[in-house]
Every structure is written in structure tokens, then in C-alpha cells.
């Protein structure tokens, strides 16, 4: 059955070069079926291993530690993908962060080291399979050049029309392009599956021990300041709620005090009762 498959797809081949099939025979979906089952059939699995490390360290040895990791990083088979660190600003503390990629040989080198460099606050692991990707690309990395191949030798042939040239170079375009995007795709799988993602990031540990009662004074009015500024949004809120109402209080307030007055006046400015009968 698979020897007839394969004579189609010559003949088809050998047709398009002589002007009698003018499409193109791409490669066949179940090809690239029979290669993922020869690669799910390896005991071979593709993992992509990522670690996560939280380390608190003392201000004044963040700069430190950070330049270390990344010194210590060129010793080994290692590559740093970003590296950050940031000084304290107002109240923002101090921070360091670096992503990088080591060989599964050098990890736990690596570990250790950093370790050294303070108390691990926290250490995350993460594994994710990617046999199923990597099997899927190889396939159509090999499929793909098996065709480009199969196109060059196409446009060799003295017998192809100019048509026929016209298509098999089309075709050879854009298959080659199909087989760059594969081939990049194919790098960073073996970026991820080949090497570990650890990422690190420094916190600063506060000190206790310098400042003293000055370090609470500077705390206490801090959060002064915050409770403050609640205080007075808290009015703000209180007033504008208020001020609707004022327009019906404020009129009847002085309504009544005017007939108050008024009662009064009446009060003051009417005769004396008559005198009594002997």
C-alpha cells in the first residue's frame, strides 16, 4: 500500500515536469502522519523545565548579589535573557530581577550559588510536555525539505515548459518560506526542551537595626500624612453631599426665624390690659 502511494506521487511529480499535470503535489498528509508515529514511537520526551526563585537579601548587598549571578552565569553553559535592578524611591523599596537559560548539567550549580546569596523565600518548579510539538515540527521540517528538494530537481529538468516553470517556482517560494517558519518554530523548541528557564528575583529584607526610634518617627509620620489625606477626602465627600440639602434647609431656617421675630414684635408692641373696676 505504501509503495503504490509512493508511485502516485512520482507519477504525479514526473507529470507536472512534462507539461501533462499543471498542479503541484504537495506532500501528502498521511507522510507526515507515518513520521509523527516513527517519532511518538521514540521513548525519547521533550520537557521544558522552568524554576522560579524569590531571594531576600540586605539592601546594602542587592547590587552585589545581583552582579554575581550574572558573573557566575558566564562560568557555566549559561545565558542571561534580561537582567533588571532598581534603587529605592520614596517609598518603593529596592529590587532585582534576571531571567536566564542553563544546561540541565548546570543547574544545580547555579542553585547552589544563588543560595549563597540570601534566605529563598520561595522556589517554584514548573514541567510541561512538549514531545507532541516537537514530534509535529520535525515532521514538517522533514516533509517540507523532501518537497523543496523535490521542486529544485523539478526546475532542472529541460523538458518544463515555461509555465510549468512559472508554477514550480511559485510553489518553491512558497514552500521555502513554510519551511523557515518550521525551522524557527523547530529553534525555540530546543531553546525550551534543551535548556532550563530560571528566573530570580532579589527582595530587600528591611533592617531593624539602623535608624532606631527615627525609623518609627519617620513610619508614624508617613502614615500620619495617609490618615490625613483619608480625613479630608472623607469631608470632601460629606460636603457634597450636603450641599443639595442646603438649598431647601438654609430657605426654611430663614423662614422660620423670620416669624419668630415677627411673633415676638407682636409680642412686645400690644396694649396693656385695662385697669380694674372699683
Do not use: Y
Not at 85 to 91: N, S, V, Y
Amino acid at each position: 500500500m505504501n509503495r503504490q502511494l509512493v508511485a502516485l506521487i512520482l507519477g504525479g511529480l514526473l507529470l507536472t515536469v512534462t507539461g501533462c499535470e499543471k498542479k503541484i503535489v504537495r506532500p501528502p498528509a498521511s507522510a507526515r502522519v507515518m513520521n509523527m508515529m516513527a517519532f511518538a514511537a521514540s521513548p525519547q520526551r521533550f520537557i521544558a523545565e522552568s524554576h522560579d526563585l524569590e531571594i531576600i537579601t540586605l539592601e546594602s548587598e542587592l547590587q552585589k548579589s545581583w552582579e554575581s549571578v550574572v558573573a557566575f552565569c558566564g562560568t557555566i553553559q549559561c545565558e542571561v535573557i534580561s537582567s533588571k535592578i532598581t534603587t529605592r524611591t520614596g517609598d518603593s523599596a529596592p529590587s532585582g530581577n534576571i531571567s536566564l537559560r542553563v544546561a540541565p548539567q548546570d543547574l544545580t550549580k547555579l542553585l547552589a550559588q544563588v543560595q549563597k546569596l540570601g534566605s529563598v523565600a520561595q522556589h517554584t518548579t514548573e514541567r510541561e510536555d512538549k514531545t507532541t510539538a516537537v514530534v509535529d515540527t520535525d515532521a514538517k521540517v522533514k516533509n517540507l525539505t523532501s518537497f523543496r528538494d523535490n521542486l529544485r530537481a523539478m526546475l532542472a529538468k529541460p523538458s518544463a515548459t515555461v509555465k510549468d516553470l512559472i508554477e514550480i517556482q511559485q510553489q518553491l517560494t512558497e514552500t521555502q518560506s513554510e519551511l523557515d517558519s518550521e525551522t524557527a518554530q523547530r529553534k525555540i523548541l530546543a531553546n525550551e526542551t534543551e535548556k532550563i528557564a530560571v528566573g530570580i528575583s532579589f527582595r530587600v529584607e528591611e533592617s531593624r537595626g539602623n535608624g532606631g526610634g527615627f525609623a518609627e518617627i519617620r513610619d508614624a509620620l508617613r502614615e500620619s500624612g495617609s490618615v490625613l489625606g483619608d480625613s479630608t477626602a472623607s469631608l470632601i465627600t460629606v460636603i457634597v453631599a450636603v450641599i443639595p440639602w442646603l438649598i431647601l434647609i438654609v430657605p426654611a431656617l430663614w423662614l422660620f426665624a423670620k416669624a419668630w421675630r415677627k411673633r415676638r414684635r407682636n409680642r412686645t408692641v400690644s396694649p396693656p390690659p385695662p385697669p380694674a373696676v372699683p
